[in-house]
Nanobody
């Protein structure tokens, strides 16, 4: 089992950038597919980005303004968000799974992830 803790959220002006981090417990972090999802008020949770296991050779994004990376030595996964817009305002969640996911469709599926963090708020003002 893995525990996830997000950090790096906050308030930013439109056009700005934020870098979210997710720290994971445990010694098998490199085996987990990691994802980021977000949920805006009154909306369903939606996929943001995902990265494959080990070296993270496969990454998928909902938007090219975002990039995901992982540091297995530090048990962290990061989400770099650039050119932020007010519609990016949401609670951002880190998620992890040991399932064997290789496609964008699979890695973007909320139901594929078994472990979730508590979320971090991102607010983008115009």
């Amino acid at each position: 089992q893995v525990q996830l803790v997000e950090s790096g959220g906050g308030s930013v002006q439109a056009g700005g950038s934020l870098r979210l981090s997710c720290a994971a417990s445990g010694r098998t972090f490199s085996r987990y597919v990691m994802g980021w999802f977000r949920q805006a008020p009154g909306k369903e949770r939606e996929f943001v980005a995902a990265i494959s296991t080990w070296t993270g050779g496969s990454t998928f994004y909902r938007d090219s303004r975002f990039s995901i990376s992982r540091d297995n030595a530090k048990n962290t996964v990061n989400l770099q968000m650039n050119s932020l817009k007010p519609e990016d305002t949401a609670v951002y969640y880190c998620a992890a799974t040991l399932r064997f996911l290789t496609t964008a469709h699979a890695m973007g599926g909320e139901g594929e992830y078994d472990y979730w963090g508590q979320g971090t708020q991102v607010t983008v003002s115009s």
